[in-house]
């Protein structure tokens, strides 16, 4: 095998690309003159490199070590303690990016997609029974990741026919690359797992309608002796329990073959953004049971009725108001409207009758961008609820109510050549543990007024 730099688009491969050919293919794109023969350092043999990292380190520590024990040599009353701690611990591409000494924060897209390319060959030799050095010892730490605490009964491991956790530099551009579209996730509230099931206790404040808050303390005014009335909290209890996740992709023989940078930039965007569009949608109209309990399904949802008279399939302002009226609020930052597009054409309708005219409220010119905003809070256009005329077509949520739970050992990578095999592709699979419900569970009685809670969505 030989590494060449192309120096003129050849074969779908821009300017400065750097594949790894076979010495037939390696030969025609020379005699094309469409590339030159790579001499850079990362073209050495990666294991060779890392050979040579691992001897240089070791020889600076003896070295360190002897020198220290010279000066000591004089006082033999003081005890000497040598630590060995393994660098690569602390490098976000866990040694597959050879030399690193930058942190996840400072390393670019190209150089993570190139490490994660490295990791994804070496996940796929290993699925093969030649499992390297350094990914077995990324192995182990996997596993010790994994090791969830004792005495629950649960546990969360890799599957029997193998997998790896992905380092945390790729592991971040992958929820990088969901998050840029997601809805739920940026503006949700989040709790990190280490075990699969999860017992949070919170208070209950379900109703003030006889002058209590959370479910039992009562203030009152009394006379300087009389005899104080008993009180006390309601608490409650919410479990998450985290559900498997599993995202597919497949990869071409060449691909693997000729470039891990094109392999990292490949898998790392496509499997974030389509692992993204699958979470917001279950966290928005998930069933529960073996996945996340949507918003749209969550326990005492606030679900206006159409006006009298008002026709069927339609949106009109008096909606809008009763729903902003049974809105509970809990952070203002955090609420926003979310419409299918369909409804989009009934907002310039909105119209305030005044005696026998009446006047549009939500106008603007044409030629601009409409108005993203109602009632002062954004509008959320996706496909991802159902459109107008369906119940939850339109919706008013504070999304801090969300609680999305993360299984901390984050996401992990399994290989299989079998799937495709007779279309020379290789499957890469991703796996994450998640889950998701609404913390209120019941519609809130106010003193005075109607119920409300942190969703509102329109009914058919």
Known sequence: ??????????????????????????????????????????????????KGMITKATDAAVEAVEKKLKEMASDTSKM??????????????????????????????????FA?????????????????????????????????????????????????????????????????NAIVRPRASHVTMSTQLLQLPYLRDDTHASGLVYGGIHVYFDDELAQSTSSKIKLARLELKLKKMTAM?????????????????????????????????VFLVGKGGGQPLGILNAPGLIAIAKETNQDASTFILE??????????????????????????????????????????????NVGDAPGQKLWGYPIIWTEKVPALGTAGCINLIDFSDYLIADDQ???????????????????????????????TVIAQTPVNGNTSHPVVKLDA
């Open 1 to 50: 095998m030989k590494k060449i730099k192309i120096t003129k688009s050849w074969n779908g491969h821009v300017v400065d690309t750097v594949l790894e050919v076979d010495e037939k293919t390696f030969a025609s794109i020379i005699a094309d003159q469409a590339g030159v023969e790579y001499t850079d350092t990362k073209a050495e043999d990666f294991a060779a490199v890392q």
């Open 80 to 113: 000497i303690h040598i630590s060995v701690k393994d660098r690569s611990d602390d490098d976000p591409t866990f040694g597959y990016l050879p030399g690193n000494t930058k942190s996840q924060k400072d390393l670019s897209k190209d150089e993570v997609n």
């Open 249 to 281: 992709g497949y990869a071409s023989e060449e691909w693997i073959k000729w470039s891990p940078v094109t392999l990292g930039s490949w898998l790392i965007p496509k499997f974030g953004e389509a692992i993204g569009f699958k979470e917001d949608l």
């Open 116 to 180: 994660f390319g490295r990791f994804a060959v070496d996940v796929m030799r290993a699925a093969q029974g030649r499992e390297s050095e350094i990914l077995t010892k990324c192995a182990a730490r996997s596993k010790a990741m994994i090791t969830k605490a004792a005495g629950d009964g649960m546990v969360v491991s890799s599957d029997q026919d193998g997998g790896y956790m992905i380092f945390s530099a790729a592991s971040m551009m992958l929820q990088n690359s969901a998050l840029e």
């Open 409 to 439: 050992a984050g996401a992990e990578i399994a290989q299989s050549i079998h799937l495709k095999f007779d279309y020379g592709q290789t499957a890469f699979r991703i796996t994450k543990y998640i889950d998701g419900q609404n913390e």
């Open 319 to 364: 909606n809008s108001t009763a729903m902003y009226a049974r809105l509970k609020v809990r952070k203002e930052s955090s609420i926003a409207w979310v419409m299918n597009r369909t409804v989009f054409p009934q907002l310039p309708l909105f119209n305030i009758t005044a005696g026998a005219g009446g006047a549009p409220v939500f106008t603007n």
